[in-house]
């Protein structure tokens, strides 16, 4: 027995498994994926972005799901249309022995009626960030009254960006017996609060220590002074001529601008912040995946939980 079969997957999702080449389920599989698949239960889970949190959810739920029902039953509610649109990736390539299932990605910034045209067609699964999903459900669009499964990912990220209303109102056209599935890197006040006010008796796992960064990544900093900033940054970036990295910046403004002067000094610099209309950020996160742009300079929001491979 594979220690996937060990949690408990079903011959589709192991297929897919075999098919990714994933060998050994992250920690936050092993803890969350019997848990989900054994009983009706909500759960907080506090991981990281990167251990795989996808799949912890993604594949009790993709087994859960009746594909031979239209019915829309899973919601997964992620803060930008970025992260969207991988989870909808990975979903789609999780689920790709399931005959029937069908998931569907709702954001802001793209059309409405081809999206609206895709959740006609029938989707058990929608990935969605909460501004668009609410104004679907307003407009009547897209049914959630029938949910069995609604998962918060990236929880804190949400409520830092102001989406709780738009999460509360979301929540209050699901039926109460669903279940809850809250993600989340960091345990602040507000999610607490979400939990409590929405969630039955949540089942609590954590991942690694609270709060932590991940033991694959090596810090170092440098203390320079504000004026120098720019120059040491230069400097990192001359000394690691392969560099393939990405630099955040407090605001959008400090995003554009330092791009601007390192595109001006000849660096493969490139912008990603939330003012980019939805064109221009795909562009961006295109030439970043492609290497075509080796420093990516970016606000903490538009980057969280971007999956991009071997940063230096
Ligand atoms: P996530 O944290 O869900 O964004 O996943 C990060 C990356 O790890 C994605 O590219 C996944 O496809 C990959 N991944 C997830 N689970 C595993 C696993 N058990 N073994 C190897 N790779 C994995």
């Known amino acids: 027995m594979t ?20 060998e050994t389920p992250s920690e936050v599989q092993e803890k969350s994926i019997p848990l989900l698949l054994e009983d009706e239960i909500d759960l907080v889970a506090l991981a990281q972005t990167g251990t795989g949190k996808t799949a912890a959810f993604g594949f ?5 799901i009746d594909s031979q029902s239209r019915t829309t039953q899973g919601l ?62 307003g407009r009547g669009i897209i049914d959630i009254s029938k949910l069995d499964y609604c998962i918060l990912d990236e929880a804190d990220e949400m409520l830092n960006m102001g989406f709780y209303e738009d999460i509360k109102d979301i929540l209050s056209n699901t039926p109460k017996d669903k279940s809850t599935w809250l ?22 796992i954590t991942v690694g220590t609270k709060n ?13 002074g504000g004026r120098d900033r720019y120059s040491a940054l230069k400097r990192l970036s001359d000394s690691n001529p392969g560099i393939f990295s990405v630099v955040f910046c407090r605001t959008k403004r400090d995003t554009q601008r330092v791009a601007e002067k390192l595109i001006e000094d000849g660096y493969n610099a490139g912008a990603l912040h939330g003012d980019l209309s939805q064109n221009q950020r795909d562009l961006v996160m295109n030439s970043f995946r492609k290497k075509q742009i080796q420093m990516l300079v970016a606000t903490d929001v538009a980057a969280r939980g971007i999956d991009v491979d071997d940063i230096t």
Not at 60 to 64: A, V
Not at 100 to 116: E, F, H, K, M, R
Request: glycine share 6%.
């Open 3 to 22: 220690k996937f079969e060990a949690l408990g997957l079903n011959s589709a999702l192991l297929n897919a498994v075999t098919d990714l080449g994933f």
């Open 60 to 64: 009790p739920l993709i087994q859960k």
């Open 76 to 137: 997964i509610l992620s803060p930008t249309r970025e992260l969207c649109l991988q989870i909808t990736k990975e979903i789609q390539l999780y689920s790709k022995y399931v005959k029937g299932l069908n998931t569907v990605a709702i954001y802001g910034g793209a059309s409405i009626t081809d999206q609206a045209r895709q959740i006609k067609r029938g989707a058990q699964i929608v990935v969605a960030t909460p501004g668009r999903m609410k104004d679907m459900i």
């Open 183 to 204: 993600f989340s890197a960091t345990m602040p006040r507000e999610v607490a609060t979400i939990a409590k006010k929405f969630m039955h008796n949540p089942k609590e």
């Open 212 to 224: 932590s960064g991940v033991d694959t990544v090596q810090h170092e900093y440098y203390v320079v």
